[in-house]
Structure formats: structure tokens, C-alpha cells
């Protein structure tokens, strides 16, 4: 076991190092600090609602936000505007379905480990509908049918059983997160990665350890392809604050919501 999460920790490391000689062109020449937007101050805002969140590794976080900016503009996003600008839309629209038919599996696990009989059904309904009918998943008729894409993770499951939320935190290239959803993460990357290696399926090829990292080098570009979101270009003096508020907010709403329902 401990190899195998070993191996899969490699691929992850040589995705981004794909990732990094893809996007060496589109840099050139140091970037200055100065290029960076503002960063302002707690003290200097004024809509103080922003603040009601837990960040005691505020100083860690905000230097995980800049970097995450240069990650992004200089490196990510890069390689996202190239994959976008040979790929046919088409073709970007059958990737992403794909990517998102295996996410039901994670979705399922947590709707099962939640408890939630109607929602574990209809996942597994939309996974059996766009693996066969859809093909693998590359078209999604679940959706037309009436069964709607449901998104859970690990640190939501938590959530459900009362887990509160813990300190703000900012991870590396992920983004905002929080205590309880960092250890969600984990938590669902070990589960994705152990089904992966049960299944296998490039077991039989020759050529087992690149196409596994091209696969996960494409997951990781489709996934920055289907979010809108780029740093620092909101417009709000107080971006970080701002983010922070609406992530916490976002997270505990998505959890309180389906007891609501019941």
C-alpha cells in the first residue's frame, strides 16, 4: 500500500512537471512582487462581517494566496489557455464529462457514508446512465433524464456528522479550504487513488506509468478548464477576505441544505 500511494504521489509530482515545461514558453524574465495585487489589511475594512471567520494562520494563508496567483497566471492557466486553444470545444465538452462521471464515485461513497439513501441512488443512477449510455461517460444523458449531478466530498460527510469546520486554511494550487475539508481531501484522494489501483486499468500496457500521468496531467487542466474563478481579478480591495467569507459561507450552506430538505 505504501508503494502504491507512493507511485501515485510520483505521478502527481510528474504531472506538475509536465504541466511546468508546457507553460516554460509562455514566461519569460523575473516576475517583481510589485506585479502582485494589494494585499490589504483587516484593520482597514470597513464591512466587518467578512471577518467572522477563523483564520489564525492568517500570515501562512495569505502567502499561500500569492503564490497560488503566480502559480496560476505564470504556470496553470497557461497551460489551460493552450489546451483550450487546440482543443475543439466539442472535444473539451466530452473531456470534462468524462472527469465528471468518475467524480460520481466519489459523490457516491460520500452519499452512502452520509446516509442518504435517495441521493446514493440517484448518483449510481447517473454513473450507470453515462457509462453505458453515455458511453463511458463522454455524453451525459443522465442529466436529460432527469437525474441532476450531485457533488459531495469527505468534508462534507463531516460536516453532516457535526465536524465543525475548523480554521480558514489556503492549500497550495487547491485553493480555500479548511481544517475539516484539507483532512476531507486527503481523505477522498486516498479512496480515488486505491480504487485506481484495485482497477488498474493500463495494468496490461507497456507504457503503464506515462499514460497514467497523462491522464492525470489532463484531470488537473480540465478541472482549472471548468473553473471560472482567477485570482485578484474581482475587483474588491479586500479579495482575501472576501473569498474567505463566501468559501466558509458556500461550505456551510451546502451542508445545512440537505437536512433542511429532509
Known amino acids: 500500500m505504501i ?54 494562520w492568517v500570515e501562512f494563508n495569505r502567502s499561500m494566496y500569492r503564490f497560488n496567483y503566480y502559480f496560476d497566471k505564470y504556470l496553470f492557466l497557461p497551460v489551460v489557455h493552450g489546451y483550450e486553444f487546440v482543443t475543439p470545444v466539442f472535444v473539451q465538452d466530452r473531456i470534462s464529462n468524462v472527469y465528471n462521471n468518475i467524480g460520481e464515485i466519489r459523490t457516491l461513497t460520500n452519499s452512502v457514508l452520509q446516509l442518504d439513501g435517495e441521493k446514493s441512488v440517484k448518483t449510481l443512477g447517473r454513473f450507470l446512465t453515462n457509462s453505458t449510455l453515455g ?26 456528522w ?62 482549472r478548464h471548468q473553473q471560472s474563478f482567477h485570482y485578484f481579478e474581482s475587483g474588491y480591495p479586500f479579495e482575501y477576505y472576501l473569498v474567505r467569507f463566501l468559501y466558509h459561507e458556500k461550505r456551510e450552506l451546502e451542508i445545512k441544505k440537505p437536512a433542511a430538505e429532509k
Open 3 to 56: 508503494n502504491a500511494a507512493f507511485d501515485r504521489s510520483f505521478r502527481v509530482l510528474l504531472s506538475l512537471l509536465l504541466a511546468s515545461s508546457l507553460a516554460g514558453c509562455a514566461t519569460t524574465g523575473a516576475r517583481s512582487a510589485a506585479e502582485v495585487p494589494p494585499m490589504h489589511s483587516i484593520s482597514e475594512l470597513t464591512d466587518q462581517h467578512l471577518a467572522y471567520v477563523s483564520d489564525p
Open 135 to 160: 458511453l463511458g461517460g463522454i455524453f451525459d444523458p443522465a442529466t436529460k433524464f432527469g437525474l441532476q449531478r450531485r457533488q459531495e466530498d469527505f468534508g462534507k460527510t463531516l460536516g453532516h
Open 162 to 223: 457535526g465536524a465543525g469546520s475548523g480554521p480558514y486554511l489556503v492549500l497550495p494550487i487547491f485553493g480555500p479550504s479548511s481544517a475539516r475539508d484539507a483532512g476531507g481531501l486527503a481523505v477522498d484522494t486516498g479512496i480515488t487513488y486505491g480504487i485506481y489501483s484495485a482497477v488498474d486499468p493500463f495494468a496490461n500496457s507497456d507504457d503503464d506509468f506515462a499514460i497514467s500521468a497523462g491522464v492525470t496531467t489532463l484531470e488537473a487542466v480540465d478541472a
